[in-house]
């Protein structure tokens, strides 16, 4: 996702703006998978947009986890879009893989999408061009810095820039998106080099899915490779005895 450095509206509004280069490959201390994704032909794919749905058979039970790209799901009497995807994490040895499944199976009772305020992580993380965030179990810490210059110009405002003029803030240097495992201090970093640019990467929570029940964090666009979106599955460090639930089941 971009943004601009004005807020996320004007920046809808405000051209043109300066494409935003992308963070590049994860590097650091958390282990990290490629994450490889199917799609069909015609289908949408989770690295652009996807929603996430979540199935527990009780309380007590390690949830199964769904990602769902154009599909409405249970709670909404709503038909899919065209091209509408579905997908199961399942948790491997490694760290996990993505299972097509008919998107009839997000449209069961029990399969319910994860809604904002249910989010291990809130809203805001990784949104703004710097800022830092806590996932809700206090376990993964996510962080965005910048290290560069920064000047302040007018550019032209509203659809193709015809209405007015607004402030706009043009950045060179690098931004780092942290992602931070507090319990064991390890940490993955991702760097986006801007060169006096007034968009930047906005990944989200869409694009970073923590799964504390499967101790599984998936980068699911957050990344690009010569402009092409990448996938990743990062598996946590187990939790110490008697801090929590049992590890997901391995398939």
Known sequence: MRA???????????APAAHAAGFGPPEGT????PLAVSVPAGALSPLLSSALFREASDAQ???????GAGVAG??????DAPGATAWKVVPTADCARLEPMPTAVLHRAPVQAVQVQQNPLPLECAAAFEGQCTSRDGALRITTAFDGRRRTARVGGGFFGTEGTINSTFYTGVRTL???HLPSGRVLRMHERLDDANGYSAPQTTAIRYLPELQRVLLLGATEARGVPQAHCVALPPAAAGAGAGAAPVN
């Open 4 to 14: 601009t450095a004005t807020t996320l509206l004007a920046g809808l509004l405000a």
């Open 30 to 33: 958390l282990p990290l998978q």
């Open 61 to 67: 039970a390690v949830p199964t986890y769904y990602l």
């Open 74 to 79: 249970a709670r909404l009497q709503i038909p």
């Open 178 to 180: 942290s992602i931070e």
